[in-house]
């Protein structure tokens, strides 16, 4: 197996029903954008009943239809949001947890030293996080939190540092496939080709998922020459 091999996104996932929630983060091969992605996935009815919604340079997770949610603290929070030059994306509400330590100069590593993988057991889904750090030079940091045995014991931490490679990302995601229990993501995060342009990488995510599954999709290029943004939201409840 070759550790340096780069793929696309779409055979990353090929034949996966159910990757369940990821995150990509890299830089376009003209090295002019650094890039992120991050989807959501499910299963249950709860699961799928979710849409991201915009606000400001944030994003935040909403039941699609309010009436069929039971607690809504389960279902909103923000998988995306921005301080100062830092870029966070994450799969939870340990979103928050980063921020917070950020804002009191605090650091990425330091803030998920106090959380751990969800207690949904048995599944125990790992909680998946990024920081993309757009200073004088762009480099971005990649996590994982899950559970050390099949009993959920203990906590194991991996954190990944990436500099800028023009063209390279790096995805992670929560589970290696469907299952009873779902099979933690594990290994270091997979090498995938970034696109150029936005909307090639965007058809090519969403497109791969699988169409029973996936609920919402975000893709945002950021310039480092003046942080000017594009960004593609497709959520699945609203699509025509």
């Given at each position: 197996?070759?550790?340096?091999?780069?793929?696309?996104?779409?055979?990353?996932?090929k034949?996966?029903?159910?990757?369940?929630?990821?995150?990509?983060?890299?830089?376009?091969?003209?090295?002019?954008?650094?890039?992120?992605?991050?989807?959501i996935?499910?299963?249950?009815?709860?699961?799928?009943?979710?849409?991201f919604?915009?606000e400001?340079?944030?994003?935040?997770i909403?039941?699609?239809?309010?009436?069929?949610?039971?607690?809504?603290?389960?279902?909103?929070y923000?998988?995306?949001?921005?301080?100062?030059?830092?870029?966070?994306v994450?799969?939870?509400?340990?979103?928050?947890?980063i921020?917070?330590?950020?804002?009191?100069?605090?650091?990425?590593?330091?803030a998920?030293?106090?959380?751990?993988?969800?207690?949904?057991?048995?599944?125990?889904?790992?909680?998946?996080?990024?920081?993309?750090?757009?200073?004088?030079?762009?480099?971005?940091?990649?996590?994982?939190?899950?559970?050390?045995?099949?009993?959920g014991?203990?906590?194991?931490?991996?954190?990944?540092?990436?500099?800028?490679?023009?063209?390279?990302?790096?995805?992670?995601?929560?589970?290696q496939?469907?299952?009873?229990?779902?099979?933690?993501?594990?290994?270091?995060?997979?090498?995938?080709?970034?696109?150029?342009?936005?909307?090639?990488?965007?058809?090519?995510?969403?497109?791969?998922?699988?169409?029973?599954?996936?609920i919402?999709?975000?893709?945002r290029?950021?310039s480092?020459?003046?942080?000017?943004?594009?960004?593609?939201?497709?959520?699945?409840?609203q699509?025509?």
């Amino acid at each position: 197996m070759d550790c340096y091999e780069t793929k696309t996104f779409d055979s990353r996932v090929k034949g996966n029903s159910y990757v369940g929630r990821g995150i990509v983060v890299g830089t376009s091969p003209s090295g002019e954008y650094a890039v992120f992605a991050y989807f959501i996935m499910g299963r249950s009815n709860n699961s799928r009943n979710r849409v991201f919604v915009k606000e400001g340079k944030n994003i935040t997770i909403y039941p699609f239809d309010p009436s069929k949610v039971d607690d809504p603290s389960l279902i909103i929070y923000s998988p995306i949001r921005e301080i100062g030059n830092s870029i966070i994306v994450t799969n939870g509400d340990q979103t928050d947890t980063i921020y917070d330590f950020i804002k009191d100069g605090k650091t990425f590593e330091e803030a998920l030293d106090t959380r751990t993988f969800e207690p949904d057991e048995p599944n125990f889904t790992p909680r998946i996080s990024a920081i993309l750090n757009l200073g004088e030079k762009y480099t971005y940091k990649m996590n994982i939190l899950k559970s050390i045995d099949k009993d959920g014991s203990d906590c194991q931490r991996f954190t990944y540092s990436y500099p800028s490679v023009k063209g390279l990302g790096h995805f992670i995601h929560t589970y290696q496939g469907d299952g009873k229990p779902l099979p933690t993501f594990f290994g270091e995060c997979e090498r995938v080709e970034i696109p150029e342009d936005i909307d090639e990488f965007t058809k090519t995510i969403w497109n791969s998922l699988d169409e029973d599954n996936k609920i919402s999709l975000c893709v945002r290029y950021i310039s480092l020459k003046d942080r000017t943004e594009r960004e593609v939201i497709i959520n699945k409840n609203q699509e025509a």
